[in-house]
């Protein structure tokens, strides 16, 4: 674990150059934006929940659609990218001609960076989640239960389109949770020791955003004036991802969710109460910051957020085995990775039982 190095006065900040369309239906700009590129063969990925979208640009695209693939996997096992790169191979596709189109969540985003990065083709990430990969250069992907992550600016979608049209069929659950990633995000860039004035306008903003428009998404999910609030708050967080070195939170998740294959967003929701509470009594200027927003308890707001869920909200309740923990722990305590608030395995373990045994 690092603690922030106080005497360092230099920070970096890497912006990624990306090209966004957003507003209700911007979706049906992708053929244009396609013919931007130059692109003349496009892969179409995309998950079942955005089957319709797909089908409908499928249709706009006509001969330039070279291959459709329809079953992008959680977590981007390197054996799914594989019968993707099939496809790409039997199309012939190449860097020169080539595009990848993903519609869906992180899962079909992540996938469309793996083909990328095998294949140099262009990639436009058209999100239906909050989840905030498609602003970032980074790319997890998993092989025989192992995951692998990389950052590569290269790996960035660099055209990214933002229809709050396709985020209606969000169900409340996923919502919340896919919200509570988000945000989850905007917090650890707050408390990073690279953040920056940007990052904390990112952050704070997405955060304002988030907990002033979720009310009307949750009383109606059609609402599409709520609804393209939390897609830009969405944006704003992943940017915070993108720009910052995410801390404690990620950690967990990311080793939590590899060594017991969680749901993503189910986990960062869960978590997220848990985490805030035990780093922000050592994190005063995130605190301030949150503070401005929601008052005098952030944690609270967070928790209330996460107690509406109505799916599983502890470790527990996902399956988690309890002795499983400490590994667990071990493993992040081990890091490096930057922290406001130091800790040893046992803090941790600590920490972890609170998330397993009930919702804070
Ligand atoms: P997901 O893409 O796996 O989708 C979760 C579920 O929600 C799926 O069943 C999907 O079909 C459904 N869904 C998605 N959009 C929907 C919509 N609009 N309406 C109804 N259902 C919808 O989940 P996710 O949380 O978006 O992404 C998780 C993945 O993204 C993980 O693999 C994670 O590692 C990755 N991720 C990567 C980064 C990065 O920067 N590399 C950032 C965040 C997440």
Redesign the pocket.
């Known amino acids: 674990m690092i603690v922030k190095d106080e005497g360092s006065v230099v920070t970096t900040t890497t912006l990624l150059a990306c090209r966004v369309l957003h507003g209700p239906g911007s979706r049906h700009e992708i053929p244009v934006e396609i013919d931007r590129l130059g692109a003349r063969q496009v892969l179409l990925v995309s ?4 089957e319709a979208a797909a089908d409908e640009l499928a249709g706009a695209l006509g001969d330039r659609l070279a291959a459709r693939f329809d079953r992008p996997v ?3 096992p390197v054996a799914v990218t594989a019968d993707a790169m099939t496809l790409v191979a039997d199309a012939g596709m190449d860097a020169a001609a080539g595009a990848v189109v993903a519609i ?5 985003i ?1 996938l469309a960076k793996a083909v990328s990065a095998r294949t140099g083709m262009r990639q436009v990430a058209v999100p ?2 909050y ?3 498609e602003v ?1 250069g ?3 992907e998993t092989d025989n239960g192992i995951k692998t992550t990389r950052r590569d600016p290269a790996l960035a979608p660099g055209t990214v389109v933002y229809d709050a049209e ?2 209606v ?3 409340a659950g ?1 919502t919340r949770t ?1 919200g509570l ?1 988000a945000l989850a995000h905007a917090v650890e860039a707050l408390w990073a020791p690279d953040a920056s004035a940007m990052t904390d306008a990112l952050a704070t903003e997405a955060f304002d955003i988030f907990l002033t428009h979720l009310p009307d998404a949750l009383a109606d999910g059609a609402d599409l004036a709520a609804r393209e609030q939390l897609q830009s708050a969405g944006w704003l967080a992943g940017l915070c ?1 993108a720009q910052t070195r995410m801390g404690l939170h990620h950690q967990l998740a990311h080793a939590l969710g590899g060594t017991f294959d969680l749901p ?2 189910e986990l960062h929701a869960m978590l997220l109460p848990h985490v805030m509470a035990f780093n922000l009594p050592a994190a005063r200027h995130t605190a301030a910051r949150l503070e401005r927003v929601v008052g005098s308890d952030p944690v609270a707001a967070i928790a209330g957020i996460a107690d509406g869920y109505q799916g599983p909200r502890s470790l527990r309740e996902l399956g988690v085995p309890r002795e499983g923990l400490r590994e667990v722990a071990e493993q992040v305590a081990a890091g490096p990775y930057p922290n406001p608030r130091t800790f040893d395995a046992d803090d941790l373990l600590g920490l972890l039982e609170r998330v397993w045994s009930s919702p804070r």
């Open positions: 998950t079942r929940s955005a959680v977590h981007t869906g969540g992180g899962s079909a992540g239906t989640t989840a905030g990969s970032t980074v790319l997890g396709l985020t069929s969000m169900p996923l896919s990633n991802l993503h967003a």
